[in-house]
């Protein structure tokens, strides 16, 4: 009870000092919720004080601990601007690109928040090659770009799904050149012939011939990047009718 109230106290008390005080216990005793209220009152009058520093990486990690991720990452981006001397420099430098990645929503929804986490991971890595959080940079920086991927590959994938076979082949091919690494290659390339010969099939005749080399040509670029590929045996298929097709075009 005499904590209570010497919280409750420090809530309506005018003294900074008493706030801060009352707000390091309320801290150190992990109950981040009771001290975040402490130092939401302090913050617009403690900058440029001797304890504003500790203040105010209380006051990120705080949120931070509460899962309360863009007022973490505001406070986090905030401290790294303002004390760029600070002991917890790194610390907070990596802080808010997490912060930023514990935002980061399933692939199919807006991914602005993934890319301020990329971006802010990237920018971290860069500037710290050397630090112990390296390893859990790069690996959540791996989690976002995957998403990334997953997600314009999922984009390509639907025109193919609803027939567009048009803007299924663009989509596709500004996906393998935008990740020529990505896990879906092998995947992307086959419906990119898919969607190739479909288009050819459903052409007008003045389109077909030169709509079949273009099937052809995905076709050799998949069992180029992949003469066992899982879709051989649909690809092989598709190839017998292309070049059935084509053969009413041979001179």
């Known amino acids: 009870m005499a904590s209570c109230s010497q919280y409750q106290k420090a ?18 005793a992990k109950k981040y919720t009771k001290a975040i209220r402490l130092f939401e009152q302090m913050a617009p009058a403690f900058r440029g004080k001797p304890q504003s520093e500790k203040m105010f990486y209380m006051f990120a990690q705080s949120y931070y601990k509460t899962q309360q991720y863009y007022l973490a990452a505001y406070q986090f981006e905030s401290f790294v601007s303002s004390y760029p001397k ?9 802080l808010e690109g997490f912060c930023y990645s514990k935002l980061s929503p399933v692939y199919s929804l807006d991914q602005v928040d993934t890319y301020k986490a990329i971006n802010k991971l990237q920018s971290f890595i860069d500037t710290y090659p050397n630090s112990a959080y390296l390893p859990e940079a790069n690996a959540t920086l791996k989690k976002l770009t995957d998403k990334i991927e997953k997600k314009y590959f999922e984009i390509a994938k639907q025109y193919n799904t609803i027939a567009d076979y048009k803007s299924a082949l663009v989509a596709l091919d500004n996906f393998i050149s935008d990740y020529p690494g990505t896990q879906y290659k092998e995947a992307a390339l086959y419906l990119k012939l898919d969607s190739a010969f479909k288009l050819a099939v459903n052409s007008i005749p003045a389109k077909m011939e030169e709509r079949y080399k273009n099937a052809k040509t995905a076709y050799n670029g998949l069992i180029k990047y992949k003469d066992n590929t899982q879709y051989k045996e649909k690809a092989d298929e598709m190839l017998a009718k292309i070049e059935e097709g084509l053969k009413k075009y041979a001179k």
């Open 86 to 94: 600070s002991e917890k420099i790194e610390e907070c430098a990596y």
């Open 11 to 28: 809530l309506k008390s005018e003294d900074m000092a008493v706030k801060y005080e009352a707000a390091v216990k309320k801290y150190d």
